[in-house]
């Protein structure tokens, strides 16, 4: 079994964060940091260990944020390596002793975030070089929230850096619905700031800074799906692969609800001409087990017909009622008059983010996001 996430950031990390601090400025207090550092740093969870790091380093580092930044950027490794495709090849680059990269940048950008509020062009700065270390995700939203004019209009500027971590910080810096982040209220009410930035970064030559700007689109969705369904049909129009590959990526969450416009962006947005029927390979499944979802199409059109075909689970719920979830089945093109069955296994596997509770539940086929046929089964306990 996997570690625990929260063992990412350890007391060594504490010892290696005051080394090299003090290795850049002799005066660091790098005992009082570690003390503080440390404390109960076995007790707590992931999050709470880099709260409680950037709690030190604000008792440590220097009272002049300016200088504060100095220390910070003269500790720091070499940017992380990026391979052909421009995708991190790992979190941690280099031997500890070339100075601080991973999971302490977590610590320095949230000091950064604290402190640098009224010193917004050298905060971002310090962002810059602490993002090609791990991420300043995390930390720049707060600028966006407080100073949303001038840090757009840096991020601007960083859709040309030379650096994928930068242009990327750019895309998932600014997501209204970070996970684990700040949510940015204004641009979950108005995502037009942002626009600009993901055009310029869409064909990005990083597969890393182009699944960041997917993502942020897929974000976007949720709030404004009709915006993201035009912004697919717009630019679908002679994409590239890699462009069509963030487009797909970007509209799965509105894909999977059936949203129409986007459906009909991608050329389902017709409904199946013919028949569909859904048979399950049980009426009783334990949970733990699997069910098994048999899948039969008949077209009765005279030409090609493109389909998404997937499937909602109504779940029981705690109280009783249900509520459907949707998971991915196929995408194929049935042709004239043909015939297809389909096969998959559903598991009913219990997982932390879906308790499964013992009642009736009804799976629901949905082609280009019509409900064509339904089936049910018992989950036992």
């Excluded at 070089?129 to 209009?153: M, Y």
């Excluded at 986007?262 to 013919?274: C, P």
Aim: with cysteine; glycine share 6%; hydrophobic share 40%.
């Amino acid at each position: 079994m996997a570690a625990p996430l929260k063992h990412l950031i350890n007391a060594t990390t504490v010892t290696h964060a005051g080394q090299h601090l003090r290795r850049v400025w002799p005066a660091f207090d790098h005992l009082q940091f570690e003390q503080r550092a440390s404390h109960g740093l076995e007790t707590r969870a992931f999050k709470a260990r880099a709260m409680q790091l950037a709690d030190a380093l604000q008792a440590t580092l220097p009272d002049n944020f300016c200088a504060a930044c100095d220390v910070i950027e003269n500790s720091l490794g070499p940017p992380l390596a990026l391979d052909a495709q421009g995708e991190p090849v790992a979190l941690v680059a280099g031997p500890r002793g070339e100075g601080l990269t991973g999971w302490v940048v977590w610590s320095l950008g949230e000091y950064v975030a604290r402190r640098g509020m009224n010193h917004v062009p050298r905060a971002l700065a310090c962002l810059h070089a602490l993002t090609q270390r791990l991420t300043a995700e995390f930390a720049i939203r707060p600028f966006l929230q407080q100073h949303p004019e001038a840090s757009i209009a840096v991020l601007h500027h960083w859709v040309n850096d030379p650096s994928a971590h930068v242009r990327r910080l750019v895309s998932e810096g600014s997501r209204p619905r970070l996970p684990w982040g700040l949510r940015l209220q204004a641009l979950v009410a108005d995502p037009a700031p942002t626009l600009p930035l993901l055009r310029a970064l869409q064909d990005d030559p990083s597969a890393y800074v182009r699944r960041s700007v997917a993502n942020h689109l897929n974000d976007i969705a949720k709030d404004h799906p009709d915006l993201v369904a035009e912004w697919i049909r717009e630019h679908r129009r002679e994409a590239s692969a890699e462009r069509s590959a963030l487009l797909r990526h970007a509209s799965r969450g509105l894909i999977k609800q059936g949203h129409a416009p986007a459906l009909e962006a991608w050329g389902f947005g017709r409904g199946l001409q013919g028949e569909a029927s859904l048979s399950l390979s049980t009426d009783h499944v334990t949970v733990g087990e699997d069910v098994g979802l048999h899948v039969t199409l008949r077209s009765t059109a005279q030409q090609l017909q493109p389909l998404v075909v997937d499937y909602a689970v109504h779940h029981v719920r705690a109280n009783g009622s249900t509520s459907p979830k949707v998971f991915k089945g196929w995408q194929l093109t049935l042709a004239p008059q043909e015939t297809r069955t389909l096969d998959k296994r559903h598991s009913l596997r219990p997982v932390t983010t879906r308790p499964l509770y013992p009642g009736r539940h009804r799976v629901d086929l949905r082609i280009n996001g019509q409900t064509c046929a339904s089936a049910d089964f018992e989950l036992l306990p």
